[in-house]
């Protein structure tokens, strides 16, 4: 099931399927090792709402901002 | 020949480039120290080259900030490259290191933070990814300098890789492969400290520590920059050097326009550190006595905070708040070296994506930021109980310059066209603080301060004397006369103040000791002068790094700003 990586809660591990943004997000999230098919794991959800996101991704820990997080679209991995 | 360091933010670049140099730069444990470059010479073989520390950069296809377009120019000047790598990001970092061997230079692999990996349970074949890669590859632990040695060695043996360009997603494939066969992880359990760093990001417990970090700084360097001033600086002057002076008074008959100039007023016939304002008395005490231990205490803390890996924490958490003020969580970094000296928080600011970012982070650091040497001197005067002051009256100062931080940033967001780009920033692990890198970085901030601040007020307090003898500020007090004592209920001399303060703002506030105000207009004089024009140091900056015109515009926010909270100020208290 497909979900946005804002969905995921701390612990969850999930695989990126899709990320709905325009070319510059695209390249800015690669840039950081982050793009379609990686995996990844929620560290801390948002302290208060629509605040950034952390997640682990290929051994280091990257904040999203919630703008560019709810695009991107993650399978929960069990 | 030219050799550049070359790598992602925060993988030790700069302290590789301090142990190949023997050069000092400051390093820290967050992405983005280096936003210009610093060059160094070294000896290889024979010869002597040059090693340029580039900033770090991601990838070096579209840069996204001014720090990573420099690291990009620059790339067309080097003659070999070091692609300084972290090896326990060794997935990540081969981005950068594919990008560059399709750049037709020869190339050296550095992989830096070795012990790391190993203490991380991460296995690295090094000979395997030699041999994928086409380059030498060198493990470095660059803090205790293990593996440089090889790495020097290894320059020699650096050749021109032959890989063809290739697009984005081939590039991940092939790291994907790569890091499966050279890399293998062994389980193990979470340590102390990557528990505790996620407990600073996380709900229930981020805020709490935060609260409880900025509380303990707050206090911790008030505790220890007054120790010092209190314990060694103040018995220092008026043991040993007063005596001196006074033999120099005498001789110079107590007056005149040497005396002036050397020694200043005399108080009740005696020799007032504070407020003679000769070049041997405030000259000296106020750089030396006053401010100093408080931008010493600030620099220490500050250097724990970085090398620890607290501040990108920081910067997570206030991203909501720092989205409403036009800008994202990152940008507290900048603000928060600003309480320093605005100056490095300024250039600091490179690390930001856009322009108007920049714009509206360089106005708030230099309006409603107050330098160390600036709050040094608040903390002496307003917090002054002889005076009627105390921390109460500090408080309102700070607090009339945090929602003016908070009001400006708010409005500039509003008019200013566009929209602030989503953070989106790597955040470091956790380590101890490593002491030689700490006192290291503390070192070269401390010099750096007192080089630049001697100079400037000696020169300050000369030119002072000078004019006040040619009356030239009688001249001036009585053109800005209305506004001094209307508007902010000063007396008509404060504006010597202010127009010092264009020089330095630790001894315009030094000036206004001399003036006998009340405690009211001590709090509304400091209010008024941290938020009026920039020192010149900052004022340079400033116009390199935001134009001309974008200076025009902070100087109007300026301006508006600090007459409203000094007339405010002066209404309500």
Known sequence: ?78 | MNILLVGHPNVGKSVIFTQLTGVNVIASNYPGTTVGFTEGEMRFGEQTVKVIDVPGTYSLSTPSSKAEEIARKMLEEGDLIINVIDATRLERNLHLTLELLEHRKPVVVALNMWDDAQHKGIIIDVQKLQGLLGVPVIPTVAITGEGLKALKESLANAVVPLHAPCTDEQRWVEIGRITESVQSLHHRHHTFWEWFGDCCVRRSSGIPIAVIVLLSSFYGIRFIGESITTYLAEPVFDHLWKPLLKIISVALGGEGFIHQILIGKLIGGEIDFVQSFGLLTTGLFVPLAMVFPFVFAFYLWLGILEDIGYLPRLAVLLDRLMHKLGLHGWAIIPNLLGLGCNVPAILATRILEDRRERLIACTLVSIALPCAALQAMIWALVGNPVKGGGIGHVLIVYGVLFISWLLIGWLLAKILPGTSPELLMEIPPYRKPYWPTVLRNLRLRVMGFLREAIPIVLIGVLAVNILYWLKVFDVLALITAPIMTKLLGLPKEAIVAVAVGFLRKDMAMGLLATMDLTIKQLVVASTVLAMFFPCIATFIVLIKEIGWRGMAFSVMVMIIFSMLAGGILNLVL
């Open chain 1, 1 to 78: 099931m497909t979900i946005q990586l804002t969905e995921l809660i701390v612990g969850q591990q999930a695989r990126i399927v899709e990320i709905a943004g325009g070319h510059h997000m695209l390249v800015r999230l690669a840039r950081m090792g982050i793009h379609k098919g990686i995996k990844l794991s929620m560290v801390s959800t948002p302290i208060i709402r629509r605040g950034p996101v952390v997640v682990s991704v290929s051994g280091s820990q990257v904040a999203i901002g919630h703008g560019m997080a709810i695009k991107i679209m993650v399978e929960h991995l069990s």
